[in-house]
């Protein structure tokens, strides 16, 4: 018994306007707590400071340039043994490119690994040989990135 070839289909990154504009309003919401002696952010993180990256978010983030330069990566989902895993990947330019897998871990996600994912994948653009070529794959951990979180394996979120 032979077996169909297992089939990717694209599945671009894309967060709703709703989305976005739940979280400008959240955050124009924010009530925020006094801070009184915490000038050295003995007791957490300053104010002053979480204002201004507050800030930062709903005046000066542009999601949507983000998102452009996620998607100028191919995106898929796949189910791995019942785990669905978002995983990003580009292309080796060179005439025979290995397989690299680049995990990222806790806390942080696959767009981690985007400053080093064109050099690997196409180092002749960079000065390299293309014969060092790699097909670069990033997979989100499960609850990370674009991973679905596993409610019924919390652990494995970790």
Known sequence: MTTAPFVLEPSPI???????????????????PLDAGNDDWFYGVNRNYLE??????????DWRKSENA????????????????HF???????PNPIPLILSHGWPWTFW??????DPLADPSAYGGDPAEAFDVIVPS?????FSTPLPNNPDMNF
């Open 14 to 32: 894309y967060v709703s306007d709703e989305i976005l504009a739940d979280l400008q309003n959240r955050l124009k919401s924010t009530r925020w």
């Open 52 to 61: 201004g990256l507050v800030d930062y978010w709903i005046n000066k983030f």
């Open 70 to 85: 996620i998607n100028s990566y191919e995106h898929y989902k796949v189910n791995v043994d019942g785990v669905p895993v």
């Open 88 to 94: 990003m990947r580009k292309a080796g330019m060179g």
């Open 112 to 117: 981690h690994w985007s400053k080093v994912i």
């Open 141 to 145: 951990l499960p609850g990370f990135g």
